[in-house]
């Protein structure tokens, strides 16, 4: 019974070590990685060599599916792209399988002992960070020397040797109990690799190995799809598609097991090493033979997977992936997509200000009222999503980013809320009391507006881009608008000062409008602040005069005051 546990005990350990390296690649290097997968569409040859590179360093065709699902669903690159950089994803995996086929005993104490000081003496820094990977590297390499150690004393008793013996000679079995195992523990290549390791140590036949190792492939291809079962059509192309491939690949591999098992025999000297070769060589194969029906794959899981009809009534693409939260860099930029639709709901809102204004559109009004509501629900969706992120596992600036877009939707949230009580200002204070501006009034307001709409896209340009230069703009024009105000403010006074029929009428509506409008413009260009802060733009005080006399000096002597 203890060697049971302590073989069961090692596959955890192998299990566990492969999702610390994944994750802690992922934290690494994950915005560099997204970059190369980013970059590399350009033709098959390059897509799939950046799939096989970028899938070495995570170890997990899985997450390198999430990122490029993700891309094909927001429509920057074809489903055809796509699928050769999951054909080069899964020779990666297979690579990293033969690299850990060697001995690695002699690596595996230095691993964990460097990663651990590493991990311990700067933990919050990148240092610390590759530390968690080495140590990742460590406990797989631990665990196979583990699973060996644990298997021996259980292939010496009769017992499991008389249930060895009696195992049927099933291929699809075989290949259903690799699937299943792959999706248990989210990991093709601990599957991979502990079936080597206990076909090596006799307790598994090596044509049972073989049909593990297709079941560990095409639970890979389950897996991804698996990940992205609540995501959009768009996003399930890809996992689609790869599946397809290795489901193919599988069946033509099953007829012809036997022949690649004595082709093994004669390229490998042992049985751990035939396994791993075959694993590698079933992918090299599917790379080779469908490199050139991407296309066509391509386009038919599109066939398949049709984008939803846009219509009124259709429910909109949304960019907050839950499969995206196990990358941080990548659920970080879900959330920036879509705080960037927020802001498109709001900009819908204000633009339809001046109609309501000008046309008395009661309906319209209330129309853009209700859209606060989708406002304040994409607030509370992208919060909520935001706080789902570790920010462990973020870097510097990937936690800057997260903070951007929080202070983004707390200020679209806020914009929102104002358009609606000036629609309601306007329904109330003109439009049901049947009153008019005047038309020098009005085209104050229609100015204001207008800059208004030009000051708010120019925001989302800083919100997406983070430039210096229009950061700076766009900080300039808060002081722009606060002169407008006080211009406007002033012209209107005077005209009630001429007995301006029209203008008295509507004052006090015509003073809230201004107000309203600043207090906008004020929260558009509180999106300039993070940027100018980052590059050191801005200074501790507005005041001019550094050397005014404080408060307490200014006070006269009486102390009745």
């Known amino acids: 019974m203890i060697h049971l546990l302590n073989l069961l005990a090692a596959i955890s350990l192998l299990v566990w070590g492969t999702h610390i390296v994944r994750t802690g690649v992922l934290r690494v290097f994950g915005e560099s990685l997204r970059g190369v997968l980013a970059g590399s569409f350009g033709n098959r040859a390059s897509a799939l060599l950046a799939g096989l590179g970028v ?10 599916c999430l990122i490029v699902s993700s891309f094909v669903g927001k429509g920057l690159v074809t489903s ?30 230095l691993l964990i002992f460097v990663g651990v000081l590493l991990f311990i003496s700067r933990q919050d820094t990148v240092a610390g960070r590759i530390g968690r990977v080495l140590i990742g590297l460590g406990l797989i390499t631990l665990a196979l020397q583990l699973i060996v150690s644990a298997t021996r004393p259980l292939t010496d008793s009769p017992a499991v040797r008389a249930l060895l013996v009696a195992l049927p000679d099933e291929v699809l079995l075989d290949v259903l109990v690799g699937a299943v195992l792959t999706v248990m523990s989210y990991s093709s290549l601990a599957i991979v690799l502990l079936t080597a390791t206990l076909a090596s140590s006799g307790m598994l036949p090596v044509p049972v190995a073989l049909g593990l190792v297709l079941g560990a492939n095409v639970g890979s291809g389950l897996l991804a799809l698996v ?51 075959f694993h590698l060589g079933f992918n090299l194969l599917l790379a080779l033979l469908f490199i050139g029906t991407t296309g066509l794959v391509g386009r038919s899981v599109e066939r398949l997977l049709k984008e939803p009809a846009a219509n009124a009534g259709a429910t909109r693409l949304r960019h907050l992936d839950p ?39 009661l309906a319209l009004s209330e129309q853009l009222r209700n859209l606060d509501d989708t406002v304040d629900e994409l607030y509370s969706a992208i919060k909520f999503y935001l706080t789902q992120i570790s920010r462990k596992a973020l870097s510097e600036r990937e936690g800057k980013r997260w903070t951007d877009i929080v202070s983004f939707t707390i200020n679209m949230e806020q914009i929102g809320d104002i358009i609606e009580r000036v629609l309601k200002d306007i329904e109330d204070k003109k439009i049901r009391k049947g009153r008019t501006l005047s038309d020098a009034g009005m085209a104050e307001i229609v100015h204001l507006h ?20 229009d ?41 809230d409008l201004i107000s309203e ?5 004020s929260h558009i260009c509180s999106i300039a602040y993070p940027i100018l802060e980052s590059a050191g733009a801005l200074t501790k005080t507005r005041i001019r005069n550094s050397r005014l006399l404080p408060l307490s000096s200014q006070l006269p002597d009486d102390p009745a005051i």
């Open 55 to 64: 899938t070495t360093v995570v170890q997990s065709s899985t997450a390198t």
């Open 80 to 109: 055809a792209a796509a699928l050769a950089v999951m054909l080069g994803a899964d020779v990666g995996t297979a690579v990293m399988a033969v690299a850990f086929s060697f001995d690695l005993s002699w690596l595996s104490p």
């Open 227 to 277: 990940a992205t079962g609540g995501a959009p059509p768009q996003v399930r192309r890809l996992p689609l598609g790869n599946l397809i491939f290795k489901a193919v690949g599988a069946l033509g591999a099953m007829a012809l097991l036997p022949q690649a098992q004595a082709l093994m025999q004669q390229v490998a000297p042992n049985v751990h090493q035939q396994v791993v070769l």
């Open 323 to 361: 499969s995206a939260l196990a990358t941080p860099s990548l659920a970080i930029s879900c959330a920036a997509r879509e705080a960037l639709h927020q802001a498109d709901v709001v900009e819908t809102m204000l633009r339809g200000i001046l109609p309501v204004l000008r046309d008395n559109d």
């Open 450 to 469: 207008e800059r208004l709409m030009s000051n708010l896209r120019l925001g989302m340009s800083v919100f997406l881009d983070g430039h210096v230069r």
């Open 471 to 511: 950061a700076t703009k766009l900080l300039e024009e808060k002081a722009r608008f606060r002169d407008l105000e006080h211009q406007y403010a002033g012209a209107h006074i005077a005209r009630l000062q001429d007995n301006t029929a029209r203008s008295i009428e509507t004052s006090a509506l015509h003073l």
């Open 517 to 521: 409008l600043k207090r906008i413009n």
